[in-house]
């Protein structure tokens, strides 16, 4: 999953490098238009990527049925992923995580993903890189973790994981639980609940799980208003 990218070539790029490993499923997200001629120069053989590519308004729109959304980012800072997954530790990850959407999101070509769109992932992969030049382009990038997935991933085992949708509203019903017994002293609301969805993405979990974890927080919450009353 491309968020902006900014000439056709790059994705060009992408799409061979994505192709060459076996991975044909390409979404962009954003409105822009992108000379074709430019796209099949560098794609190649792999242009039937691009053309049967998926178009998202919004990294939102894009990861509604994803089971798992993985950010790429090289940066770090406060409000981004307490901590990072090599690409290794990600195609390890994916074994335990089963059927379904499994979106690898990459940034935009001159500053990455915002801390915004970072949120959104469940967790973040970091390609290791000299610290005296540490940019990789988005196509090598793209290459690297697909080469990693083609490399250590065999047939994948598992049940099938919630959808990033559920995640979402067991997320907010853990957040709303946490409010109604008074937990938040400021506004760490928001907080709280992306700790707690990175935590439960990673996590892997079934339906039956999801529905165990609510019924839990919603009691939490109901015996302390009882008790409060």
């Known amino acids: ?22 991975i044909e499923h390409l979404a962009i997200v954003g409105d822009r238009d992108y000379d074709e001629s430019r796209v099949k120069m560098l794609a190649i ?29 090289r940066r770090r800072g406060k409000n981004r992923k307490y901590f990072s997954l090599s690409p290794e530790q990600f195609a390890k990850h994916l074994e335990t995580v089963g059927p379904g959407i499994v979106s690898i999101v990459f940034g935009r070509e001159a500053d990455g993903l915002t801390d915004a769109e970072l949120a959104r992932c469940h967790v973040s ?16 990038a793209v290459q690297i973790i697909t080469y990693t997935l083609f490399r250590e991933l ?5 049940f099938e994981p919630i959808t990033n949708e559920r995640l979402e509203h067991l997320t907010d019903t853990i957040g709303s639980s946490y409010e109604l017994i008074g937990f938040y002293k400021q506004n760490e609301r928001e ?7 990175d935590i439960l993405a990673r996590a892997a979990l079934s339906e039956r799980e999801a529905q165990r974890l609510e019924k839990m927080f919603i009691k939490m919450a109901r015996l302390k208003v009882h008790k409060g009353s």
């Not at 999953?1 to 076996?22: F, H, W, Y």
């Not at 992969?125 to 090598?140: C, G, M, V």
């Open 1 to 22: 999953m491309l968020v902006e990218p900014q000439d056709g070539a790059n994705i060009g790029s992408v799409c061979r490098a994505m192709k060459t490993m076996g």
């Open 125 to 140: 992969i970091r390609i290791p890189t000299s610290d005296a030049f540490p940019s990789l382009n988005l196509a090598q």
């Open 154 to 158: 065999g047939e994948m085992t598992g």
């Open 191 to 197: 907080e709280v609940e992306r700790f707690y969805r």
């Open 45 to 73: 053989h792999a242009f039937d990527v691009y053309e049967h590519h998926s178009r998202y308004d919004s990294l939102e729109q894009a990861l509604t049925e994803s089971v798992l959304a993985v950010g790429t980012s």
